[in-house]
């Protein structure tokens, strides 16, 4: 690898060359080819983090399932039917999964429970947190529709 003072004196050198020598040695096309090439990387680098960052949270969700009293291989790993009790009509009856063993099951069951009949989420705010509890206001095609979930699950 060059020496820190090579590469300081090599840098101006090829931008001058640049420069100097300016887009001219390059047709539009190649150039456009170029920055195409160049968004897609950016592109490319950017869904990999983001799905890095999501497999790690699921990952960390079935750890914290392992952790929880009665959990065994096989009701670690399995489904839970979204099945909320409540209305959602209002925050004393949001919606709420008492079967969810994580937040971020629960808030799966919510995306799962409201595509299963078709309602269409527009926005979601977060109205408040309460202990362990989160109460979200979602605005459907259905309305605005209020979802509970719980942050310490205690199974």
């Known amino acids: ?30 150039v456009g080819k170029m920055v195409g090439i160049a968004v897609k990387m950016i592109e490319i680098y950017t869904l990999t ?3 890095t ?25 399995a489904e839970n039917n979204a099945k909320p009790i409540g209305d959602g009509k209002a925050k004393e009856t949001a919606y709420h999964f008492p079967s969810s063993r994580s937040a971020l099951e629960a808030i799966g069951l919510w995306y799962k429970y409201a595509e299963k009949r078709k309602i269409q ?7 408040s947190i309460e202990g362990s509890e ?20 205690s199974q």
């Open 134 to 153: 989160v109460f979200d206001l979602y605005l459907t095609s259905a309305g605005s529709l209020w979802v509970k979930t719980d942050h310490n699950p």
């Open 1 to 30: 690898m060059p020496s820190r003072s090579l590469r300081e004196k090599a840098a101006p050198v090829q931008c001058s060359r640049i420069i100097q020598d300016g887009p001219s040695n390059f047709e539009s096309d190649e």
């Open 49 to 51: 983090e983001e799905r």
């Open 53 to 77: 960052h999501a497999y790690v949270g699921i990952l960390g969700d079935y750890a914290l399932r392992f952790l929880q009293s009665k959990a065994k291989i096989t009701n670690v790993f």
């Open 121 to 127: 989420i527009f926005a979601r705010t977060l109205h």
